[in-house]
């Protein structure tokens, strides 16, 4: 369901694109031509996404032994850099135009701002479903932003007939890239962390040891790693010390630690290493008296 989405956003995207590149070149508006120049750079990443979405379908094999889930991730942080680099240029235009101003045909503008505002919209209505998907919140939240530039461009042209100020052209397509940058931080900053295998979002290590502990059994956790294999699927690798006992057990203890942390903090991918307690403890080890003080 998502490609098909992603497929038809494409389809609307080039439309719109011709539309105002037509309607900015008529009406000699910066505006229209920056939020054609923005949505150009829309078709790569529709198109990167939706080859993410393709390849985070396809199962693991014995080249990928995770599979193809972060095809997303990687298609959201590729957009991003897209995104900072068409901000960049947009507002390179804008500063051309201060430089430089020209007359701007308010008619223009409202008309293919209205025709731009039911495109984006449209689109981003339709994506609100899938905004979990870090992939699809991407281009989400662009068009999100898309739709507000289009209510601010149509603003401004109402204000630009009644008024004649020159400058208002320009001024809306400043906001424009701003808020192009805005909306890309957020998705920069947690690509990033998923491709670089950083903590995921809202998880402390030390709350999930302390978990590991309060099953019956465990006398002492440490070389806890905690990642995300891409779409909200995280996982964990650990070592555990328990006491000398039959393989039966040991087991059992095995299954609480995985139904407590996928129950606690939805962590569904769990590998834990078994070791033998009362070693000496090495740095780095996660001990129970200062873990279970902690509040």
Same mark, same amino acid.
């Given at each position: 369901?998502?490609?098909?989405?992603?497929?038809?956003?494409?389809?609307?995207?080039?439309? *719109? #694109?011709?539309?105002? @590149?037509?309607?900015? /070149?008529?009406?000699?508006? &910066?505006?229209?031509?920056?939020? !054609? =120049?923005?949505?150009?750079?829309?078709?790569?990443?529709?198109?990167?996404?939706?080859?993410?979405?393709?390849?985070?379908?396809?199962?693991?094999?014995?080249?990928?032994?995770?599979?193809?889930?972060?095809?997303?991730?990687?298609?959201?942080?590729?957009?991003?850099?897209?995104?900072?680099?068409?901000?960049?240029?947009?507002?390179?235009?804008?500063?051309?135009?201060?430089?430089?101003?020209?007359?701007?045909?308010?008619?223009?503008?409202?008309?293919?701002?209205?025709?731009?505002?039911?495109?984006?919209?449209?689109?981003?209505?339709?994506?609100?479903?899938?905004?979990?998907?870090?992939?699809?919140?991407?281009?989400?939240?662009?068009?999100?932003?898309?739709?507000?530039?289009?209510?601010?461009? *149509? #603003?401004?042209?109402? @204000?630009?007939?009644? /008024?004649?100020?020159?400058? &208002?052209?320009?001024?809306?397509? !400043? =906001?424009?890239?701003?808020?192009?940058?805005?909306?890309?931080?957020?998705?920069?900053?947690?690509?990033?962390?998923?491709?670089?295998?950083?903590?995921?979002?809202?998880?402390?290590?030390?709350?999930?040891?302390?978990?590991?502990?309060?099953?019956?059994?465990?006398?002492?956790?440490?070389?806890?790693?905690?990642?995300?294999?891409?779409?909200?699927?995280?996982?964990?690798?650990?070592?555990?010390?328990?006491?000398?006992?039959?393989?039966?057990?040991?087991?059992?203890?095995?299954?609480?630690?995985?139904?407590?942390?996928?129950?606690?903090?939805?962590?569904?991918?769990?590998?834990?290493?078994?070791?033998?307690?009362?070693?000496?403890?090495?740095?780095?080890?996660?001990?129970?008296?200062?873990?279970?003080?902690?509040?």
């Amino acid at each position: 369901m998502s490609r098909g989405l992603l497929f038809g956003a494409m389809a609307s995207t080039l439309i *719109l #694109i011709a539309l105002e @590149i037509a309607g900015g /070149t008529l009406g000699h508006s &910066i505006a229209l031509i920056s939020d !054609a =120049v923005h949505n150009l750079a829309d078709v790569p990443m529709l198109f990167i996404s939706w080859l993410a979405a393709r390849l985070a379908e396809r199962p693991a094999d014995s080249h990928r032994t995770f599979g193809y889930r972060r095809a997303g991730v990687l298609g959201a942080f590729t957009n991003g850099v897209l995104l900072v680099l068409v901000a960049g240029g947009l507002l390179y235009e804008v500063y051309q135009r201060f430089l430089h101003p020209a007359v701007v045909g308010a008619g223009w503008m409202i008309g293919v701002s209205l025709v731009a505002l039911a495109v984006n919209g449209g689109i981003t209505l339709a994506l609100v479903r899938g905004r979990r998907d870090l992939n699809l919140r991407s281009i989400y939240i662009h068009n999100l932003g898309d739709s507000l530039s289009n209510i601010g461009v *149509l #603003i401004g042209a109402v @204000i630009l007939h009644f /008024t004649g100020a020159a400058w &208002i052209d320009p001024a809306i397509a !400043a =906001v424009i890239g701003l808020l192009v940058l805005w909306s890309t931080i957020g998705i920069l900053r947690e690509s990033g962390n998923i491709l670089l295998e950083g903590l995921p979002e809202g998880l402390e290590v030390e709350r999930v040891a302390r978990s590991i502990l309060r099953v019956p059994g465990v006398r002492e956790v440490h070389d806890i790693h905690i990642w995300t294999l891409g779409n909200n699927v995280h996982a964990l690798s650990c070592h555990v010390r328990v006491p000398d006992m039959h393989m039966d057990e040991s087991e059992k203890i095995v299954t609480s630690i995985c139904k407590q942390l996928d129950s606690e903090f939805h962590i569904s991918h769990i590998t834990v290493q078994l070791e033998r307690a009362g070693l000496p403890p090495d740095a780095g080890y996660f001990m129970p008296e200062p873990l279970e003080t902690a509040k």
